[in-house]
């Protein structure tokens, strides 16, 4: 069964961090298209957070340069993203996802990510 397992989310306060873990069973984030993260706060749509194309070139939103790091473990087949100087609009449902083609667009379950003081 193909799944992405997502870890990590949770309660941070301003300026802390956090890291996310995207483990995939069942397909090789290795050979994906593109592997990220994406994040939805209540009432608004799925933004791009981060995304990571096969040959390892990485996209940020301008929202999160220089905060927030993608990386990709092909060994441990786990994508992992480091949240750094934390902000509370940055509070939001973190979904992984892995692209493998038009008809193979894989998303995790999502993990809350709260911040707060």
């Known amino acids: 069964?193909?799944?992405l397992l997502e870890s990590g989310g949770g309660l941070a306060q301003p300026g802390g961090s956090l890291r996310l873990s995207c483990a995939a069973v069942g397909v090789k984030v290795s050979v994906a298209l593109r592997?990220?993260?994406?994040?939805?706060a209540p009432g608004k749509q799925r933004d791009l957070v981060a995304t990571m194309a096969?040959?390892?070139s990485t996209d940020y939103a301008d929202s999160v340069k220089g905060r927030f790091t993608l990386s990709r473990d092909n060994?441990?087949?786990?994508?992992?993203?480091?949240?750094?100087?934390?902000?509370?609009?940055?509070t939001a449902v973190y979904y992984c996802?892995?692209?493998?083609?038009?008809?193979?667009?894989?998303?995790?379950?999502?993990?809350?990510?709260?911040?707060s003081s």
């Not at 996802?97 to 911040?115: L, M, P």
């Open 75 to 90: 060994a441990e087949n786990t994508v992992y993203l480091q949240m750094n100087n934390l902000q509370p609009e940055d």
């Open 1 to 3: 069964q193909v799944r």
């Open 54 to 56: 096969r040959d390892g």
């Open 35 to 40: 592997v990220g993260w994406y994040r939805q």
């Open 97 to 115: 996802n892995a692209n493998y083609g038009e008809e193979a667009d894989i998303w995790g379950q999502g993990t809350q990510v709260t911040v």
